[in-house]
């Protein structure tokens, strides 16, 4: 779990995802194997709480496994029911429990913090709760069968395990596709960042629709995005569009994220101050253009422009 444990940044965002699609493909194979046992050990279970921890949590505030803990605990428990011999109440009672962490993750999946995600996590997300939902359907439905005592002519031990392959495979697909868009996007990024620095980017970030052109001239002319509550909810509302077409186009037009495209304009607009305002502290502009801290700040333009805003600042005298 250790790989969960390191604080976001914009730049790493994809990265915590593909380690949960690591940890995804380990839990299951573990799981598949313990097919041939009498006892299955549901360990793929134990990603659903850590998605939902991910599509609910702003992940620029929350360390995933802190927050994780909790929700891990309650699913070890649940898990370890199932060597009880009340089998009728554990697979009611796991049925109840996924099919809740379902929805829950369903309903974050409209919040402005998941919509930044890319779409092959939507889909890895999607595909993994399906894979959840019928795992557990299938178990229940052969309980009922041996409840009742009727024969069945697919093994549960064959379907249970088909699920788990397929889970496995569409699992490293996903890792796969995400690992190489990837490095394309941090190949472009870091050719415009060493060609041009930040406002190289924003001058040249890619305008392949209108409504690519349409977001870029909203940062251009407004400064609603220096506010620090500035969200992709407002973002969308003042565009009249709905925060997943905004959050497509930016990730798979612009090769960016919202995050990442809000960083970039803030920063430029910091170079701005620092230019014109050679007395203003640096907590000033922290204030003045939208950052939740100082560190944010200081990661962001050293990011954006390969210096410090001190360094950068004493370059300009």
């Known amino acids: 779990m250790k790989i969960l444990s390191n604080p976001y940044n914009a730049s790493n965002d994809r990265a915590i995802f ?11 194979a573990l799981q598949f194997i313990s097919e041939f046992f ?3 050990i549901t360990t793929g279970y134990f990603i659903l709480p850590i998605i939902y921890v991910l599509v609910k949590y702003d992940r620029t505030k929350v360390n995933v496994l802190k927050k994780s803990i909790l929700h891990l605990v309650v699913t070890l428990g649940i898990s ?9 109440l554990y697979e009611s009672l796991n049925l109840v429990y996924l099919v809740s962490y379902v929805l829950a993750i369903y309903r974050n999946l409209k919040n402005p913090i998941a919509n930044t995600v890319g ?22 439905f052969y309980l009922v069968l041996d409840l009742l005592g009727d024969n069945y002519e697919v093994s549960s031990k064959f379907l249970l395990g088909g699920f788990d392959f397929f889970a496995i495979v569409f699992s490293s ?14 190949a472009i990024e870091q050719n415009k960042r060493e060609s041009k620095g930040v406002s190289g980017v924003v001058e040249s970030l890619s305008i392949s629709t209108e409504q690519c052109e349409t977001i870029i001239k909203y940062f251009e002319k407004s400064e609603a995005y220096l506010e620090t509550s500035f969200s992709l909810e407002q973002l969308a509302n003042d565009l009249n569009l709905s925060k997943q077409q905004v959050s497509e186009v930016i990730n798979q037009d612009m090769n960016s994220s919202f995050y990442q495209l809000l960083a970039m304009y803030r920063i430029d607009h910091a170079k701005v101050l620092i230019e014109e305002n050679k007395n203003l502290t640096i907590e000033a502009i922290v204030d003045e253009c939208g950052f939740s801290s100082k560190s944010t700040f200081n990661k962001y333009f050293k990011y954006y422009v390969g210096q410090t805003p001190s360094v950068y600042r004493s370059e300009l005298v």
């Open 80 to 88: 370890l029911f199932a060597f009880s011999k009340h089998e009728i």
């Open 173 to 186: 697909l996903t890792l796969i596709i995400s690992r190489k868009n990837g490095r394309q996007a941090k």
């Open 38 to 40: 009498t006892t299955v």
């Open 18 to 28: 593909e380690r949960v699609v690591i940890l995804a493909i380990i839990l299951i």
């Open 119 to 140: 779409f092959e996590i939507y889909n890895f997300i999607g595909l993994y709760c399906f894979y959840i939902i019928a795992g557990s359907g299938a178990c229940f």
